[in-house]
């Protein structure tokens, strides 16, 4: 007995959505500080916010900082790849 099977494979592309910005945010990782930098999509004032708070706070010089982007992915046109496979 014989078992045929079609896999169709289709490339794909993933990156940021065209209409889409990065954010940044950010907190002080100083034990029992809180600060947090809301969302902002202008990252050299997201570092400045960090940079100012070390400043105005000696020794909260430790961050975690995220970014986030919205991503799209599209199907690569024309690039659909089909492998036959059989077994017995």
């Given at each position: 007995m014989s078992t045929k099977a079609l896999f169709t494979y289709a490339v794909h592309w993933i990156g940021?959505?065209?209409e889409a910005e990065v954010t940044m945010?950010?907190?002080c990782l100083a034990a029992t500080c809180g600060w947090e930098l809301a969302p902002t999509g202008d990252?050299?004032?997201g570092d400045e916010a960090c940079?100012?708070?070390t400043g105005l706070h000696p020794g909260h010089d430790r961050?975690?900082?995220q970014w986030s982007e919205v991503s799209?992915?599209?199907r690569t046109a024309g690039a659909a790849v089909s492998r036959a496979g059989s077994s017995t």
């Open positions: 940021r959505h065209p945010t950010a907190r990252l050299a004032a940079m100012t708070h961050f975690e900082r799209l992915v599209t």
